[in-house]
């Protein structure tokens, strides 16, 4: 997909949600901070569904840490691989209580240095928290670049290097999320809607459907 094609197709996607935000329920930093740690390989749906509760009861590194990790469990139990969440979010917020005075570090080197955050979920803090120009590559995200030849790459940090490069500076802030919730919604992986896809006309895909 060439310069021309992808500012379009960006401007696209910003015509018909200016304002895209992650689907995740939050009011705080903290809070969008265990919530994405809640959703790898979780759905955002699955996490809004115990985080409501959790959070009335434990929203700072000290209220988790009261609640200890059987407590913690209890409230996550539904959600994939729960105990192993479970004891980062715990060792996560002892980390931020020693080291960071209950914040969340807003640079990568220290989020990623936390337990349970690699790169994306760095990356997601970094651009919906803190309003830096990151975009955390995830499934749908992947398959979009790769699908639509916006930013094709071989593994995820290709992508991601990929899509900087070509994303116009102006819609960067917002690519992640209009990216994936285009990957979510309309550009799925068993079944896109390309009769209804906005970007259809641009797209490179081969197997558009009818």
Known sequence: MNPARIRVFFERLASVNPKPTTEL???SVFELLIAVVLSA???DKSVNKVTPHLFEIANTPEAILALGEQG????IQSIGLFRTKARNIIALCEMLIRDYHSQVPNDREALEKLPGVGRKTANVILNTAFGQPTIAVDTHIFRVANRTGLAPGKN???VEENLLQVVPDEYRRN???WL???GRYVCRARTPHCPECIVNDLCDFEGKTL
């Not at 913690?72 to 409230?75: D, G, K, Q, S």
């Open 25 to 27: 329920h939050y009011r």
């Open 41 to 43: 390989q979780a759905t």
């Open 72 to 75: 913690l469990i209890e409230h």
């Open 156 to 158: 995820v940090r290709e």
């Open 175 to 177: 690519a992640h999320h």
């Open 180 to 182: 994936i919730l285009h």
